[in-house]
């Protein structure tokens, strides 16, 4: 039984941080990328950043250089180090698998950014 389980999220106000972690099992881990997406309320589910196995990262355009992922294979964890935080980056923050165990989710954890 595959379970992603996210923490870290809560209510920070606008420039602070938080670090966002996911915990992962029933997966062979270190082979598989990894990811953060977010929803923000009335939006799609939107790729904040990416990392294959060999840690390779991608990020979306207005997260780059504020937000960093990264992985320890070794604890079966991603995590997502989130600076300058801004009111737009509100949303739920899902974990999730991307290959080439496709299609696992964790239950989301909630950011609030308050100006």
């Known amino acids: 039984q595959v379970q992603l389980v996210e923490s870290g999220g809560g209510l920070v106000q606008a420039g602070g941080s938080l670090r966002l972690s996911c915990v992962a099992s029933?997966?062979?881990?270190?082979?598989?990328?990894m990811g953060w997406h977010r929803q923000a309320p009335g939006k799609q589910r939107e790729l904040v950043a990416h990392?294959?196995?060999?840690?390779?990262?991608t990020y979306e355009d207005s997260v780059k250089g504020r937000f960093t992922i990264s992985r320890d294979n070794g604890k079966k964890t991603v995590y997502l180090q989130m600076n300058s935080l801004k009111p737009e980056d509100t949303g739920v923050y899902y974990c999730?698998?991307?290959?080439?165990?496709?299609?696992?989710w964790g239950q989301g954890t909630q950011v609030t950014v308050s100006s």
């Open positions: 990392i294959t196995s060999s840690g390779r990262t």
């Open positions: 029933g997966i062979i881990f270190s082979i598989n990328a």
């Open positions: 999730g698998v991307f290959g080439p165990e496709n299609g696992y």
